[in-house]
C-alpha cells in the first residue's frame, strides 16, 4: 500500500467568523483574518504545486473552525471514518465532509454516530504511520471513539494514548517521514505524552525532538511524484524546529500558519490528503 502517495487534497475556504468565534485554548491576541486568508491561499498553493489535485469546500460562515478539515475525517485508502467530533459546535462539519466522499467513487464511509452515538474523536487525534494508529484520548476523543476507530482501521493495529495539556495528539507529534516521528518536547505535558508513545510504538521508527516551546514542530509528509516532502512552518517563527527539521533527508518546504495557531490549527489540521 503506498500510504503517503497522494493525489488530492480536501482543503476547505476560511470561515468569516473563524477570528471571532473559533474554539482556542487561551484566550490571546486577534486574529488578523486578512492574514489567515494569506496563510491558507499559501498552503492550499504549495500543496498544488506539488501535483496534488485540490477538491476545496466552501467556506461555512456559520462553522468558525471549519477550515480545520483534518479533524471532521479519518480516511486511510479507501475507507473513510466521520467521527462525532469532540465539541459539540464543531459537529454538523461532518455534514458538508460527507456530502465530499459521496462524490468520490469507490470511498467506504462510516460514520461513528451510526456505530456508537456515545463515541466522540477528532481526527488530528489520529496519527497514522503506516505500520499503525496512534490515537490520542482527551478533551476530544474518548473511549469508545477509539473503539470505533479500532472497529473501522481494523486492518492496523491502534493504539489509544493518554493526552493532556494539548488540544489533539497531532499537536505534539507528527510524521516528518515514513519512518520518522517528530516529537515536541516543550513541556511536562508533551514529554508524558512523547514518552507514552514510545513505549507503547510497535512499529520502528526514529525520533526528532523539538525541545523548548514545541509549538510549530507539527508537518505534512507528502510522497507525491516527485518524492518525499516534508512541510513546516517557518523557521524565522519558530526558530526552535529549524534543527530538526535540517536534520532530514528530502526536500522541505516552509508554510507560514502561525495566524491559525492563535486558534490551535496547526499544518496537518489544513487538508485531508486522499491516495485515490
Ligand atoms: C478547535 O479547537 O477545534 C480548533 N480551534 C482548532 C482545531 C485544530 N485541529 C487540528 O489541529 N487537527
Redesign the pocket.
Known sequence: MNNFKYTSVIVRDVSDSLGEA???MDDGPVVDMEKVRLQHKEYVRTVRSLGLKIIKMDADHSLP?SV?V??PAVVIGTTVLLPKLG?PS?RPETNAMQKVFEGIPGMKIHKMEDIDPMATL???DVLFTGQEIFVGQGSRTNERGVKVLSQVFSGFKVTSIEVNGH??L??VCTLAADDTIILATGDDESTGIVKRLQSAATGKYKYLEVKGKSSGANCVYIESNDGPTVIHQSFSVYPQIEQAYNSLKGRKIAVDTSELSK????L??LGIFLTI
Not at 263 to 266: F, I, K, P, Q, Y
Open positions: 473559533a474554539l482556542r473552525d480545520f483534518e479533524d465539541h464543531r477528532d481526527g488530528g488540544l489533539h497531532k499537536s486558534v490551535d490549527g496547526c496537518t489540521c
